[in-house]
């Protein structure tokens, strides 16, 4: 459906569309609304607390369209994967709190899916955490031990171990697990500062090359709870300029092999020819 039916879609249905950044899913602009009351945008500088982290619990937002009804059917439906990306790692492997909130609503969904895939090697923006014995401590394997540690079966548990960014995250699930395993029925959980771009993305990537029997995905927002209102507001402007990048890719690339060979002639993190961006800003501490 084409971007302009999905606005159109939106404005059929009251004309709200759920959003953060100021961004609707769909790139647009949109009226905000939670529990009948307007939403706090986080990177409405104006109105962002001057102090401490922003907690938006995600037990208390509304469905607001269709579309967002889909993280509801999701916890009917029997889903056979649920997908969480990567949200970066603290000094010693630690999960951040926005990382742990994903994974707790994915070990929360009824009935519980067939396999869990956590998400990323880790990002090119700094280092990765190392081991006791010095070894790179990678975001979805210190995932996949916290779903262990909460009862999730290591045989459920799928970790992606490839990715550096939200682009790689769907691709490498895509060609490392859903394609082999013949998954079909997903559901995408990220938070709320992440959602617009995440599933503009996993929608594109799961759509190329139009596979027989196309994906089913829904996508799940939760808190971005612990992160700092300066990161947070950082972070979401990053996020809209690489929405719109992301919109402009999909019109270029509609194939597998297209975005394969993007991904090692063009993309910073992973074509040997190109050096990955190094972050010097507040929004370095969410990912």
Known sequence: MAVGNLQALGQEQGGI?????GISRFGGPTNHYQLGRPVFLPCNRSKQPRHGAVSLDWREWMPLNKADAESKRASAAALEAVLIPGGGLGLRG????????????????TPRPQYFIPLSAGTT???????ALGFPMLESVAAGRYLAAQGIAGAQIL?????LDTIGNAYFARVQHTEPLGLRRLHVITSAFHRPRTE??????FAL??????????FE??????????????????ERASLARVNALK?????????????????????IAHIPEQLSSAALDSY
Not at 159 to 163: A, D, F, G, K, Y
Not at 209 to 218: E, I, K, Q, R
Not at 222 to 238: H, M, Q, T
Not at 259 to 266: A, G, S
């Open 251 to 271: 019109t270029r690339f509609t194939t597998l092999s297209a975005v394969h060979r993007w991904l090692y002639d063009e993309h910073a993190a992973y074509a």
């Open 221 to 238: 927002a939760v808190s971005d709870v612990g992160i700092a209102a300066d990161v947070l507001a950082e972070r979401c402007e990053r």
């Open 94 to 109: 630690e999960l951040p709190p926005w990382v742990q909130a994903r994974l707790d609503r994915a070990i929360a969904l």
């Open 200 to 205: 503009a993305i996993f929608r594109w990537i």
């Open 17 to 21: 569309e759920q959003s953060v950044c």
């Open 209 to 218: 090359s139009s596979p027989a029997v196309p994906y089913a995905l829904t």
């Open 125 to 131: 923006h700094k280092p990765p955490p190392l081991d």
């Open 159 to 163: 970790p992606e171990t490839i990715s």
